[in-house]
């Protein structure tokens, strides 16, 4: 069964330093997005792409976040300079063209010391 | 960012008993979803609900659309140890956004 795959699981760095965490959708999903879960809450959406271009970034921090998905295949998240408060599980999600289910991968969980 | 309302928002149960839990909105949702999430993991899709009033069963697990759209419930029937985890409900709105709740987190005693 296909699924969404993430890399780093964990990270640790110390604030100030430069973080990126990669995503590779389930094959075939042109819809991708990042979420971020703080512990003990549900996740919150940092951006969505439809193929390469971003459909939503809103909530996405963009002094120090950014995201690409330069081939609309798979996708990069960077933080810098990471702070003590981004701390949290980072986890993209893929979703196919004409369907409302989301697939998450593992996820990503940071530490910042 | 908002989340939606989850109730409750953690429970002990015997195992072999029967769990209820709901997720609630202000705003009109166009398709409901349950995950489960376990410690560590991404979460995990149980049940997807696409129409006002829909009853969708999966294995132990049933969850209905709320008539008004803004709200949803899961249940789940026979606990067993293995359900222990927080359940997610997220509503989907216009341009696919999805909002999620806050979480229920249910454990199982043996």
């Known amino acids: 069964e296909a699924e969404v795959a993430q890399s780093p699981r964990y990270k640790i760095t110390e604030k100030s330093q430069a973080v990126a965490f990669w995503c590779d959708p389930i094959s075939g999903h042109a819809t991708l997005y990042w979420y971020r879960q703080i512990l003990g809450q549900g996740p919150e959406l940092l951006v969505q792409?439809?193929?390469?271009?971003?459909?939503?970034d809103s909530q996405l921090p963009k002094d120090r976040f950014s995201a690409e998905r330069l081939k609309g295949v798979d996708s990069t998240l960077k933080i810098q300079p990471a702070e003590l408060g981004d701390s949290a599980m980072y986890l993209c999600?893929?979703?196919?063209?004409?369907?409302?289910?989301?697939?998450f991968g593992p996820g990503t969980r940071l530490l910042v010391l | 960012g908002q989340q939606l309302n989850q109730s409750p928002q953690s429970m002990f149960i015997q195992e072999g008993e029967d769990v209820s839990m709901n997720c609630t909105s202000s705003?009109?949702?166009?398709?409901w979803l349950w995950y489960k999430q376990d410690p560590g993991e991404g979460p995990v899709l149980l049940i997807a609900l696409y129409k006002a009033g829909e009853l969708t069963s999966n294995g132990r697990l049933t969850a209905q659309f709320g008539i008004t759209r803004k709200d949803s419930f899961l249940n789940i029937s026979a606990s067993i140890p293995s359900d222990v985890g927080i359940y997610f409900c997220?509503?989907?709105?216009?341009?696919?956004?999805?909002?999620f709740g806050i979480g229920t987190k249910l454990q199982v005693i043996p």
């Open positions: 705003s009109i949702f166009n398709t």
């Open positions: 792409f439809q193929d390469e271009s971003v459909v939503d």
């Open positions: 999600a893929s979703r196919r063209g004409g369907m409302e289910t989301q697939y």
């Open positions: 997220a509503g989907l709105g216009g341009y696919q956004k999805v909002t």
